[in-house]
T-cell receptor
């Protein structure tokens, strides 16, 4: 069966510090991978989307970047965090080529102070 | 791009009552409409979904209806229970400029079921 893991679960970072959140998927090949952000009391905002290694799409200008160095690994990064980067970050995957169910990771709660 | 509006933002009901959450979408090309439930501090999980070739789908106490002409879809929960308390998100498939489809989510509805 397929599983998705992301870490760390919680982190508190000072403004201006770097960020790295990691997500891995097991039990499937060439999944579509996503990073979403959920600000307090708000919906799920899509940050990045990937259909394959090295292929990253984003429509939202921001302080963040994403990379997919391996088929089932997706990384969210920042060189210098802003206060507005605080939120609940969710990695997700879906079946290759399919607009169907998203399977979410456990989430990473980031607080920037 | 796709825009999904969800109402109400908060819904309080008594145990045993029905709850209805409504969403509208803007992209007539959208063809997949899932609903997710998110309990406090946890990940969203799919509870029901519907594709554009179907007008209604039911799974025990939950049902979803879709009106493609009006571009709206709704979640219906009957005989609500306290464990139904959570935030519910609707979503619609959207096509990015890159050509791939993704999901655009509504802002969520916090459902509170009182015993």
């Amino acid at each position: 069966s397929q599983t998705i893991h992301q870490w760390p679960a919680t982190l508190v970072q000072p403004v201006g510090s770097p960020l790295s959140l990691e997500c891995t998927v097991e039990g499937t090949s060439n999944p579509n991978l996503y990073w979403y952000r959920q600000a307090a009391g708000r919906g799920l905002q899509l940050l990045f989307y990937s259909v394959g290694i090295g292929q990253i799409s984003s429509e939202v200008p921001q302080n963040l970047s994403a990379s997919r160095p391996q088929d089932r690994q997706f990384i969210l990064s920042s060189k210098k965090l802003l206060l507005s980067d605080s939120g609940f970050y969710l990695c997700a995957w879906s079946v290759e080529g399919d607009t169907g169910e998203l399977f979410f990771g456990e989430g990473s709660r980031l607080t920037v102070l | 791009g796709e825009n999904v509006e969800q109402h109400p933002s908060t819904l309080s009901v008594q145990e045993g009552d029905s709850a209805v959450i409504k969403c509208t979408y803007s992209d007539s090309a959208s063809n997949y409409f899932p609903w997710y439930k998110q309990e406090l501090g946890k990940r969203p999980q799919l509870i029901i979904d519907i594709r554009s070739n179907v007008g209604e789908k039911k799974d025990q106490r939950i049902a979803v209806t879709l009106n493609k002409t009006a571009k709206h879809f709704s979640l219906h929960i009957t005989e609500t229970q306290p464990e139904d308390s959570a935030v519910y998100f609707c979503a619609a498939s959207a096509r990015w400029h890159s050509g791939y489809s993704t999901l655009t989510f509504g802002k969520g509805t916090m459902l509170l079921v009182s015993p």
